[in-house]
T-cell receptor
Framework: AQSVAQPEDQVNVAEGNPLTVKCTYS??????LFWYVQYPNRGLQFLLK??????LVKGSYGFEAEFNKSQTSFHLKKPSALVSDSALYFC?????????????FGPGTRLSVLP | NAGVTQTPKFQVLKTGQSMTLQCAQD?????MSWYRQDPGMGLRLIHY???????DQGEVPNGYNVSRSTTEDFPLRLLSAAPSQTSVYFC?????????????FGEGSWLTVV
């Protein structure tokens, strides 16, 4: 079965600085990787995904993610953080072996951008 | 654009009561699922459906039932609520099981069992 790890519960960054939210994965075949963001009392919103092709994926709100097959990582990045980026971020992988190819989510990383 | 619609948004239940969380999507997605979100545990799959008339269990199915009589609707039933079912519930849908398809979420249902 596929799995996802987010090694940091919390990431703090100053506004205007670059941010990175880390994600590592374990899959049995080609990975389908996703990032979602959750604002307080809201559902999860899709940010970006990696299916195949270019290792640098660009998504919504200026976010991008870098797929690294050798390190089995899919870190989320943004060149210049905004206070409004403060939220809970989830990395997910599509589980091709179980549950009808549903999604497996990491535990989430809370990002706080300080003014 | 309605997307995935969940009701109710908030609910308080007494132990032993039953209730149904409603979920509807207007995107003609064949794939629908229910997750629960608990602190530090991410989202865990409860039940899923790959099409009308077809449902199956996910990672944490005990205490929940589902049905899929139409493509649009996928209600989640709590049979006899327990405090351990206090959680935030999310319904989600996607176009198909093809690996690259994005999953879309409803706004969530906050359930407290006392």
């Amino acid at each position: 079965a596929q799995s996802v790890a987010q090694p940091e519960d919390q990431v703090n960054v100053a506004e205007g600085n670059p941010l990175t939210v880390k994600c590592t994965y374990s899959v049995s075949g080609n990975p389908y990787l996703f990032w979602y963001v959750q604002y307080p009392n809201r559902g999860l919103q899709f940010l970006l995904k990696y299916i195949t092709g270019d290792n640098l994926v660009k998504g919504s709100y200026g976010f991008e993610a870098e797929f690294n097959k050798s390190q089995t990582s899919f870190h989320l990045k943004k060149p210049s953080a905004l206070v409004s980026d403060s939220a809970l971020y989830f990395c997910a992988v599509r589980d091709l072996d179980n549950y009808g190819q549903n999604f497996v989510f990491g535990p989430g990383t809370r990002l706080s951008v300080l003014p | 654009n309605a997307g995935v619609t969940q009701t109710p948004k908030f609910q308080v239940l007494k132990t032993g009561q039953s209730m149904t969380l409603q979920c509807a999507q207007d995107m003609n997605h064949e794939y629908m699922s229910w997750y629960r979100q608990d602190p530090g545990m991410g989202l865990r799959l409860i039940h899923y459906s790959v099409g009308a008339g077809i449902t199956d269990q996910g990672e944490v199915p005990n205490g929940y039932n589902v049905s899929r009589s139409t493509t649009e609707d996928f209600p989640l039933r709590l049979l006899s609520a327990a405090p351990s079912q206090t959680s935030v519930y999310f319904c989600a849908s996607s176009y198909s099981r093809t690996g690259g398809n994005t999953i879309y979420f409803g706004e969530g249902s906050w359930l407290t069992v006392v």
